[in-house]
């Protein structure tokens, strides 16, 4: 237990103690309404958490994590010091998931419950994180408006550069070539849709559920000539029909649900043909874990990122073969870099269209997305495979790297009208 | 149900029928004793299976993985064609597996007890298979005796070539640079340990309980001058104690036992450094599916090569954090044709010591392994992985392949002395 210096007197004291446990003695300040300050013994705080009022701080013991986020949300708590180190220092301190106190396991039977995604609830829980405004997005994505990991060959590579070589990764590994028919389940703003009608000759149809989306990627295409060559269908992976040379997944798994993987496995069965390639692209664990309280109740509801051991739902009862598994978690971190920083660039207009707690939540959840990939706390990971009897199969990954990427993808290169 | 031509009567031909429900109908002509023979309907057969007698017959429907492999052996089955394309045949006719026949489901559990892998069972087990005799496998491995899938960069390597840069593959996928401490759990006649104590200037203690390799190995390592730089150890790979830059295990795990994994977990969590590498190559399977009876009772006591999940339980105690999975499912298919080419040219030395029947044993067990990698019934998974926390890991894959390769090689080569 944590000797506290400076505390005050009465209740308080203890909860302040609580506190400190709960966010397992990570080297913070913790300054309470009434000037009180402690932090644990020996280490230099990198941060100071000031707990304006004690309902506030009842709030954060009861529910550490929704306590934060909605308390930070409301300006009843603020960071003095730098947000994103605060935050890694905390998940650093509380690696092991913090599990068997009640009230976070109610609260997490009754989010899975109220969130679980069957066709009405995905369209809801959908619904609640990307139609926000496809102008808010605007403001802070890419130009294409790529949600997902982007790919860093380099470090110093800009965002948009990078998402297109995420494009061209994802592509590779599928081994896409022209005339080939992929389906995409969950395709956002429908930019990887496009790439692959455009860059490698493929005929796609992608589904998505955010009407939001499907408008944009609709007109998108419209603009880009290539409505024949792409088709965005408004409605869930689990309706998905035909065949197809490729199954392509990017950042849908997440959405899926843990106890909806058999139903995708079904669905990537029925449509991938003999020879087919697949891919799935999703937010992954180490361990099994759920969201934060608070990412699922005000962010992603009924979201859950698997761990590989969960995701094999997808694939064992249907023969597939795992060819591939690439875990690109550092990516994502500078990824959502780009985007804070970006977003902070907007706070102003962003302020004005949604108000000053929209920007604390939105801010506090980009950073808390950095702090989890930067400290493994998430994991993002590329999973590339065929049928089980398929010798069509690459012999090594040497096609995704250097010289012999780029050469293929000249040769690859639908002749342009 | 097939209908058979020229079929004996009496009860024979229910018997016959059963063996060609029992393979699936696969492509084959079946040829009894007083030679009537059968064949699906409709088919051109691949091969035909002459089999000399009623009992064995009989054993073939009781257990038709140990009745064929036996009978076989012992030459009352003979295969008229080509083994391989036969054997092909019917695992893609049996692609899911046969399972709940009540003789083999009985025979599966007794031959789990009695092959348990506790420390003095696998000391049995790994006797069974490793210790027949070093000049038996100088006869048929490559120079170095490395009994794993070798990497074949290109198809038309020489086996020397693709076993030298499968171990560079594992090097790379480690990281491996000049100082590093490493551990290897299960290390053959010690190919690897010497290839990194020499080619990239790491100090190794290897791990082995087959005695006949561990003397190979130390022998070995005094002719090349690197009994100072590599140890090998006789002992389990759960008695490893120490800390280590790098933990590698190259087939191992698939004799390890689907019920010690988390015992394996344990000692690579015991005995990795914080920013430590690891890194385990092993036999897999797309679906949980024992080895055959035959495989299990002839060739391979106590192993089970297991799916990615059944081997997730390594690391999903521990925080360790999956970095790459590779799947060389094709390259062990073209490994262990070149083993066979060469059991082949030395089939009469071979029946000179060890006997007729331990010759058709051998080329049954290398055939099929060929025809379970070539139609995917089995995996070979090359895991690396590091602990949760470690961003001490490669943005890319990048430096496994290509000039990045070859130029970070070169400059990893230690000077020697």
Redesign the interface.
């Known amino acids: 237990m944590s000797l506290l210096s400076r505390i005050s007197l009465g209740p308080d004291r203890w909860l302040a103690r609580r506190l400190s446990m709960a966010i397992g003695n990570a080297p913070l300040r913790i300054l309470l309404w009434d000037g009180s300050h402690f932090c644990p013994e020996g280490v230099r705080p990198l941060a100071t958490v000031l707990i304006k009022d004690r309902p506030t701080l009842l709030k954060l013991l009861l529910e550490p994590e929704l306590g934060f986020g909605d308390g930070y949300t409301a300006g009843r708590i603020e960071v003095e010091g730098d947000l994103l180190e605060m935050l890694c220092a905390v998940f ?1 301190a509380t ?2 998931p913090l599990s068997s106190r009640w009230v976070p396991a109610l609260l997490t039977r009754w989010m899975d419950r109220r969130q679980a995604n069957s066709l009405r609830g995905s369209r809801k829980n959908i619904h609640h994180h990307y139609d926000i405004g496809n102008d808010f997005y605007r403001l802070w994505l890419d130009s294409r408006l790529v949600y997902t990991c982007a ?3 380099d ?1 110093t590579a800009s965002l948009e550069d990078a998402q297109i070589a995420k494009m061209n990764h994802v592509c590779r590994k599928l081994q896409l070539k022209p005339g080939d028919k992929v389906v995409e389940a969950g395709c956002g703003w429908g930019s990887l849709a496009l790439h692959m009608a455009k860059e490698y000759g493929a005929t796609v149809r992608a589904f998505n559920i955010s009407h939001e989306q499907v408008v944009y990627a609709r007109r998108q295409a419209g603009q880009e000539g290539l409505s024949s060559q792409v088709e965005f269908v408004e409605d869930d992976y689990r309706n998905i029909t035909g065949r197809f040379d490729a199954f392509v997944s990017v950042g849908m798994l997440e959405h899926v649900g843990l106890d909806h993987y058999k139903d995708m496995g079904v669905v990537i069965h029925r449509c991938l043909s003999d020879r087919g390639r697949g891919f799935l692209h999703f937010i992954g664990r ?3 874990q759920r969201l934060s309280a608070w990412t699922r109740k005000r962010i992603f509801p009924g979201a859950c990122p698997p ?3 969960q995701a ?1 739902d997808c ?3 249907w ?9 690109l ?3 994502y971190a500078l990824t959502l870099r780009h985007w804070l920083e970006r977003f902070e660039k907007s706070r102003e207009r962003i302020t004005t269209s949604f108000g000053p707690e929209f920007v604390r939540a939105w801010r506090l959840y980009l950073t808390g997305a950095i702090a989890s990939f ?4 998430m ?1 993002l ?1 590329q999973v590339t495979f065929a ?5 069509n ?1 690459p ?4 096609h ?5 990427a780029e050469e293929r993808e000249s040769r690859c290169m639908p002749v342009m009208s």
Chains 1, 2 share one sequence.
């Open positions: 650093r690696a092991r790919y860093f060959e470090d180490n361990r099994p761990t590989l051991r094999m694939f064992e009862d023969d597939f073969s795992i060819l591939d598994i690439e875990n978690r550092l990516h930067h400290t493994g706390v994991q990971f049928r089980g009897m398929d010798n199969i012999m090594t990954r040497a995704l790297y250097g010289a012999a």
